[in-house]
């Protein structure tokens, strides 16, 4: 294991993305940046711009792009980042934020885009399914509760369902993944950076493909 990384996760809502950047930061040693963990925050947090972003969020909609990069910047800007690297979880979502980045990361952009694959009957099943715990995001599924009854295993807070895990909002944000996030895809793959990794079966498993594909890329530059 090699520490150090700069990851950018893309797959559809319900693909895995949360848990798997979980474990990918802590096996290259790199901090989680996830924008909608960041937003859920500030929602908590009762800030004026959570009671902002709160809107969008609620019915699926995406928080406006200037909102994201502003957020994301100063997240960049601080200093494990500067040292170790990233893997972001949930940005970019939009052309708009991929071009963001790349000017963010300039001279030296991102390692690597891992796109986790998972059928859309999956997802929703996963996404209908889902419960997160309030204070440290950790997912859960009624298939997977906790070990006691809806209170997180890591760190104590209630485990409920999440806002925009309601019908209207699961189909919204799905149409828009598709519509303004699935381009980035091949956006990604033209720069050279894409990675298409098999998002079902245990977390293990996926986490096992994403590391080789990662180490993989990281031998052929190194
Ligand atoms: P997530 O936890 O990644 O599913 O994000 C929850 C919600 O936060 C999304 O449905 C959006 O409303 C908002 N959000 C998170 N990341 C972004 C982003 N990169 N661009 C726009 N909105 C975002």
Redesign the pocket.
């Known amino acids: 294991m090699i520490p150090g990384a700069r990851l950018v996760v893309l797959g559809k ?1 319900g693909a895995g ?2 848990t798997q950047c979980v474990r990918l930061a802590r096996h290259y040693v790199i901090p989680h940046i ?7 925050a500030a929602v908590k947090g009762g800030t004026e711009f959570g009671r902002k ?1 709160k809107a ?2 609620d019915t ?6 200037d ?2 990069i502003g957020v ?1 910047r100063e997240r960049l800007d601080q200093d494990d980042t500067k040292e170790r690297g990233f893997c972001l ?6 052309v708009a ?1 991929a071009e963001a980045l790349e000017e963010l990361l300039s001279p030296r952009g991102l390692d690597l885009v891992l796109d986790l694959e998972v059928p859309t009957d999956v997802v929703l099943r996963r996404l209908a399914t889902r419960r997160a715990c309030q204070d440290c995001g950790e997912n859960y599924s009624i298939d997977s509760p906790p070990k006691s009854a809806w209170i997180c295993d890591s760190c104590g807070g209630e485990v409920v369902q ?1 806002e ?1 895990d309601n019908v209207g ?1 699961i189909r919204r ?1 799905l149409d ?1 993944y598709e519509k303004e996030t699935a381009p980035l895809i091949a956006w990604y793959m033209r720069a050279d950076k894409l990675v298409a990794v098999d998002g079902i079966g245990s977390p293990d498993d996926v986490t096992g493909r994403l590391v080789r594909a990662i180490d993989a890329r990281r031998a052929r530059h190194a």
């Open positions: 809502q993305k949360g996830s924008t909608g963990e960041m937003f859920r972003a969008y969020m699926g909609e995406l928080v406006p792009d909102v994201v994301v979880d949930g940005f970019p979502r939009t934020q999440r925009d909002a944000r828009l």
